[in-house]
């Protein structure tokens, strides 16, 4: 029995082994999300932080079928004022390097929100309606993937008992600086 306990651990280590160089060797690219406003009723707004929680990519499903559950990114805590990220300005609020591979889908989780009207200086609740959203792009390896999410807050204070809201207007896709898909085009 000793043997081939000998030769079965043997074995485990040297598939343990060849599991992590295998995984060494996965080949990675650049993510980088970045925010902007569209300039709708942002204008009403001296302040309007917004905390991101997370980023959650979906794997396109493929052959590796069992992968296709949101994986989640981590990113800083740090608030986002949206009113000095209008028009071409932008925020970075994730760059890192990911796993190489196809996404089916996107979400950018938002932990709160909070803004301060021009005229009353007073609080104005803001109510978040980002969700995910499905969008076909694609990390290669030792590429650069830029996604930059373009938000909107717009008065529905003419539909009582709606206020404020924060919603994904449109997106602008880059692979390597060139510009892959723009949505709404124009």
Known sequence: MAPIRKILIAWLLLVGAAIDAR???RQQGIL???IKDHRDAIGDFDKLNITIE???VSPKPGLK???TGWKDLAVSSEPVDLTQYVGKKTAQVFRAPIDAGSFDAFHLKIKSTAGILKKAQRKAPVKNTIGPFKLAYEVRPSAETLLILDLVVS???DHPPRGYELSLRGYELFMNRKLIEKI???
């Open 155 to 157: 008065d529905m204070s």
């Open 23 to 25: 995984a060494a060797e």
């Open 184 to 186: 709404p085009p124009g």
């Open 32 to 34: 980088e999300v970045q």
């Open 54 to 56: 997370k980023i959650a």
């Open 65 to 67: 079928f069992w992968q």
